[in-house]
């Protein structure tokens, strides 16, 4: 029914009387909102407030993908990966540039964590509970007590962890390359915008 935006930057451009956004009245996301409404048409923009809320300042913004001829449609308003780089590098050049904000990574192979591999891996940190005679005698009869169920959810995280370790090595050496590249782009850019 609507697409909602996440409109921030990092918490180093926001600090207040010295950062380089002033992020309410006519500053970051007053640009980010006007982008948005000529990106999608004004009367599609049903709702974007600023949230102080934590310690980055950020907007959420709510977009109605109705097209022209009243279809809600998604796929015409965003596109695949492609037409999402392009509205994010357009986004970059003529909101975050001229603040000398930092483009994120274009091509990233960075990949979201599931909700149930985190939670496996914030359990496996965890001490294994103590498992009595009493747990592997109700186990016997099929009965799972409350310290047999946190020992199995134990060992499953553990083995995810272990089958995702491979993975996890690659992708922090792929990403660390990345973050050399940008720090180095980042410090030659704040040369320039200093």
């Given at each position: 029914?609507?697409?909602?935006?996440?409109?921030?930057?990092?918490?180093?451009?926001?600090?207040?009387?010295?950062?380089?956004?002033?992020?309410?009245?006519?500053?970051?996301?007053?640009?980010?909102?006007?982008?948005?409404?000529?990106?999608?048409?004004?009367?599609?923009?049903?709702?974007?407030?600023?949230?102080l809320d934590e310690s980055t300042p950020h907007m959420i913004a709510y977009v109605v993908p109705m097209t022209a001829d009243k279809r809600l449609s998604c796929?015409?308003?965003?596109?695949?990966?492609?037409?999402?780089?392009?509205?994010?590098?357009?986004?970059?050049?003529?909101?975050?540039?001229?603040?000398?904000?930092?483009?994120?990574?274009?091509?990233?192979?960075?990949?979201?964590?599931?909700?149930?591999?985190?939670?496996?891996?914030?359990?496996?940190?965890?001490?294994?509970?103590?498992?009595?005679?009493?747990?592997?005698?109700?186990?016997?009869?099929?009965?799972?007590?409350?310290?047999?169920?946190?020992?199995?959810?134990?060992?499953?995280?553990?083995?995810?962890?272990?089958?995702?370790?491979?993975?996890?090595?690659?992708?922090?050496?792929?990403?660390?390359?990345?973050?050399?590249?940008?720090?180095?782009?980042?410090?030659?850019?704040?040369?320039?915008c200093a």
């Amino acid at each position: 029914m609507a697409i909602e935006y996440l409109v921030t930057a990092s918490p180093e451009d926001f600090k207040r009387h010295g950062g380089r956004l002033d992020d309410t009245g006519d500053g970051y996301f007053a640009d980010a909102l006007k982008w948005l409404q000529a990106k999608h048409g004004r009367m599609n923009v049903i709702s974007a407030t600023i949230h102080l809320d934590e310690s980055t300042p950020h907007m959420i913004a709510y977009v109605v993908p109705m097209t022209a001829d009243k279809r809600l449609s998604c796929r015409d308003f965003l596109g695949g990966p492609e037409k999402l780089r392009a509205m994010q590098t357009d986004f970059h050049a003529k909101i975050g540039a001229p603040r000398c904000l930092e483009r994120g990574v274009e091509g990233s192979k960075a990949k979201h964590e599931t909700m149930s591999s985190f939670y496996a891996t914030m359990t496996a940190a965890n001490e294994a509970p103590a498992l009595k005679p009493k747990d592997y005698a109700a186990a016997a009869m099929g009965i799972k007590t409350e310290a047999w169920r946190q020992a199995e959810d134990l060992a499953k995280a553990n083995a995810v962890r272990a089958a995702r370790e491979p993975k996890t090595k690659k992708s922090t050496w792929a990403k660390a390359k990345a973050v050399k590249k940008q720090a180095d782009a980042l410090e030659k850019k704040q040369r320039i915008c200093a």
